[in-house]
T-cell receptor, first 114, second 112 residues
Framework: DAMVIQNPRYQVTQFGKPVTLSCSQT?????MYWYQQKSSQAPKLLFH???????NEADTPDNFQSRRPNTSFCFLDIRSPGLGDAAMYLC?????????????FGDGTRLSIL | DAKTTQPNSMESNEEEPVHLPCNHS???????IHWYRQLPSQGPEYVIH???SNVNNRMASLAIAEDRKSSTLILHRATLRDAAVYYC?????????????FGPGTRLSVLP
């Protein structure tokens, strides 16, 4: 009964070739997040949606974009991946009805750049 | 966001209690203290959170100092499956609490 599903678990792309990572949720949560986690580091927030409102972190590179076509799905687009973008990408959701509702994470997509 | 500091790593023996400390000396009155953990090859999972009072759930207990400048996550009987990185995070309600910042966390090793 996976609640936040990320596909694929492993993604390989070529340097400079656009790639899209997917996240879907069965929780009907109105807040969705994308994090980047590099090896042996903590997750770093890239951006989040509150419903359809998009909120970009100040230091998120322009190379990273996101789309949320509906409540259940959210996509991370990397327009021209560089070697430094190799990382685990984590999607998370949260119910926006209470300030202290916990985040629910998927198991991530590990992106490799050739 | 107020900052937290945690030891880089800790070690425990299986079936013994584990106390994971977190310092948050710049905590504000509206910051909730959250704990998440990340098992190998998985996304982080919620463990527990609290504001002022100690909290218990099926996974752990959270002990919060009276001045709220520190807290301790308590695993009552460590198992091998508890080996993970544990993150202590402050969540500002006044800032709408939409997001929070992960610190480096504590890597817990559990010895059989």
């Amino acid at each position: 009964d996976a609640m936040v599903i990320q596909n694929p678990r492993y993604q390989v792309t070529q340097f400079g070739k656009p790639v899209t990572l997917s996240c879907s949720q069965t929780l009907n949560h109105n807040v969705m997040y994308w994090y980047q986690q590099k090896s042996s580091q903590a997750p770093k927030l890239l951006f989040h949606y509150y419903d359809k409102d998009f909120n970009n972190e100040a230091d998120t590179p322009d190379n990273f974009q996101s789309r949320r076509p509906n409540t259940s799905f959210c996509f991370l687009d990397i327009r021209s991946p560089g070697l430094g973008d190799a990382a685990m990408y984590l999607c998370a959701t949260r119910s926006g009805t209470g300030f202290n509702q916990p985040q629910h994470f998927g198991d991530g997509t590990r992106l490799s750049i050739l | 966001d107020a900052k937290t500091t945690q030891p880089n790593s800790m070690e425990s023996n299986e079936e013994e209690p584990v106390h994971l400390p977190c310092n948050h000396s710049t905590i504000s009155g509206t910051d909730y203290i959250h704990w998440y953990r990340q098992l190998p090859s998985q996304g982080p999972e919620y463990v527990i959170h609290g504001l002022t009072s100690n909290v218990n759930n099926r996974m752990a207990s959270l002990a919060i100092a009276e001045d709220r400048k520190s807290s301790t996550l308590i695993l009552h009987r460590a198992t091998l499956r508890d080996a993970a990185v544990y993150y202590c995070i402050l969540r500002d309600v006044d800032n709408y609490g939409q997001n929070f910042v992960f610190g480096p966390g504590t890597r817990l090793s559990v010895l059989p």
